[in-house]
């Protein structure tokens, strides 16, 4: 099927040439090869694949000559059956076919090229030729990353799958792994039947900082090396115990504050159990009690007894219904009522009555696609329950939700269900009448913004993802009025960036710091002031980030933690020393 494919796919090109309008003057078509590349998935060694055929398409008015068709690298080979086979010359306005095989003669990624040498200005033509050698057994990923954890402590485990890719049983030797690396749990006994499959689970303990490296290796009852997955992850002694982005970051009464779950991608994303507290009098993390369960995209809300309500989140592509509370003064969770509607990347506020408004967000129940969720619901700290509440009048995620000094909460912004995608549209919530009602309109649609409450009453909208720029950072920002009930335009932020994190300051400034933008992540800073209407650049971050959180402390100094930079998920956390504008790394 794939020959034929790429056949029918020549001769459609040709076919376009061969059409096209003569230029009124001579004019060079260039000969190109399709596709422009071969490569193959895991290949037994010693094992020939069937051929893959490269066109060679001469639409020129002459005649091409070959003085060579060659290939190199020991694990390649021009087929000898080929239809249309390349001879000495190629017709004008006319093709030829090369079929190439595969025979891995070692274990691993093996390379070489196919080179088409003739008589025409762009000569030669190469097509680079890849593909993997395999024995019998193979394992897949051939590498585990584990990312940065503090010393002394256990990863989650991490696992390999092996494939028995012959026709007959294999016997299997124990697993085991060096350094500091531990085989925690697998599914492969003494054998694998043909085609089947088992699992070995590595988790990653560091017994120093810095980058730490193993192998985990599985002897098969045959003759040669076992199969082998590299092992590497790095020690850490200071910043988060895990690294982590998409987690949630509170501060507590007693001016911890509290990191919990979130995402590791080491490289597949997976969700942490995991939680751990900061303690701003010594600048370091300790572990603290573990969720209930793996969870990102949830909310953390301070309760007024102290405690904190975790609600909803995601897990492996489904949304979470389930909740727990942390006691500080246990240093554990413990489940609390689940939300009627499980759902991820919604939002959490806390009411003046105590009781925490969930809005909108994301539900994906079973392998049915993700949809917005249109209802609200309360949770109620003294009966542990949540109950529904009014519905949006627009369903949506990725939106922000603020409380605003007369008791309502502004809804602004997010996406909804297709075809309706980016809004402009905001919405208020009455605890009074359980109701939601339009208010005005932003701007522009944006989501993957920040809402920030100043001190006189206004909600600042900053950042954010502009659909119509492709789509691109907004640098735009708003002022939403509670008492006229519209958005207005304020100063536009000295860089555009969306996915922002935002804080007031105990001076009424707001921060907005890091985020992204379409180059990459941002380590930049930049503070808004409420008289002037304007944005000024503040002291860098250290590591650019996304998905990060910020935490005002007690002593007026601002906590970043964690987030996702150029290597994955950060395990560094630094403090903004609002009086000296500028960032340090924690120790």
């Known amino acids: 099927m794939e020959r034929k494919h790429l056949f029918a796919h020549g001769l459609a090109t040709l076919a376009i040439l061969l059409i096209s309008p003569r230029p009124s003057r001579p004019q060079t078509v260039p000969i190109a090869v399709d596709p422009p590349s071969l490569s193959w998935e895991l290949v037994s060694v010693g094992n020939t694949t069937a051929e893959k055929d490269v066109v060679f398409q001469n639409a020129t008015d002459a005649t ?100 028995n890719r012959h026709t007959t049983p294999m016997d299997l030797s124990a697993a085991s792994a060096t350094g500091d690396f531990a085989v925690a749990r697998t599914t492969c006994g003494t054998s694998i039947g043909p085609g089947q499959r088992c699992f070995v689970e590595v988790t990653f303990t560091p017994t120093a900082a810095g980058p730490r490296t193993g192998q985990l290796s599985i002897t098969s009852g045959t003759p040669g090396a076992p199969l082998v997955a590299s092992l590497t992850g790095t020690g850490i002694t200071t910043g988060l115990t895990v690294a982590r982005f998409n987690q949630s970051a509170t501060l507590l009464g007693n001016g911890l504050v509290l990191v919990a779950g979130g995402d590791v991608c080491t490289p597949l994303c997976s969700p942490l159990a995991t939680s751990e507290l900061y303690n701003p009098a010594t600048q370091t993390f300790s572990a603290t009690g573990g969720l209930s369960g793996p969870r990102s995209s949830h909310t953390a809300t301070l309760l007024k007894n102290g405690m904190v309500l975790i609600a909803g989140g995601e897990l492996s592509g489904f949304s979470l219904a389930n909740a727990e509370l942390y006691d500080p003064a246990t240093g554990t969770f413990t489940a609390t009522g689940n939300l009627n509607v499980p759902r991820h990347n919604h939002t959490a506020t806390l009411l003046n009555d105590g009781t925490v408004l969930i809005a909108g967000g994301s539900s994906r129940i079973g392998r049915n696609a993700p949809t917005k969720v249109p209802c609200a619901e309360m949770y109620d700290p003294a009966s542990k329950s949540f109950r529904l509440t009014g519905c949006l009048g627009t369903a949506r995620d990725e939106h922000t939700a603020t409380l605003l000094n007369n008791g309502k909460v502004l809804i602004a912004g997010g996406k909804a269900n297709p075809p309706g995608g980016y809004l402009a549209s905001a919405e208020l919530y009455d605890p009074a009448t359980r109701a939601f009602t339009p208010t005005g309109t932003m701007g522009k649609p944006s989501y993957l913004h920040t809402a920030t409450l100043l001190k006189n009453g206004m909600v600042l909208i900053a950042g954010g993802v502009d659909p119509g720029n492709g789509p691109g950072a907004i640098a735009d920002t708003e002022l939403y009025n509670p008492e006229a009930g519209t958005f207005v335009a304020t100063g536009k932020l000295q860089v555009a960036r969306y996915r922002p994190t935002a804080l007031p300051l105990n001076t009424g400034a707001v921060l907005v710091a890091g985020g992204a933008d379409e180059k990459g992540y941002l380590g930049s800073a930049e503070l808004y002031n409420p008289t002037t209407q304007t944005f000024t650049v503040t002291g860098g971050l250290k590591v650019a980030r996304l998905g990060h959180k910020l935490a005002l402390l007690k002593d007026g100094m601002v906590l970043v933690v964690g987030g996702q930079g150029d290597g994955g998920a950060l395990a560094s956390a630094e403090l903004y020393d609002p009086v000296a504008g500028a960032f340090a790394v924690t120790r």
Do not use: E
């Open 64 to 163: 091409v000559t070959f003085s060579g068709i060659t290939i190199s690298g020991g694990d390649f080979a021009i087929a000898t059956n080929t239809n249309k086979k390349c001879g000495a010359s190629v017709p004008a306005k006319s093709w030829c076919l090369v079929g190439v095989t595969f025979s891995p003669t070692a274990l691993g990624t093996r390379t070489g090229t196919l080179t088409f040498v003739y008589d025409a200005a762009n000569s030669p033509q190469i097509v680079p030729l890849s593909g993997t050698g395999s024995g019998p057994l193979t394992v897949s990923p051939i590498g585990l990353v584990f990312g940065s954890l503090r010393v002394g402590l256990t990863s989650n485990r991490r696992a390999v799958t092996v494939t």
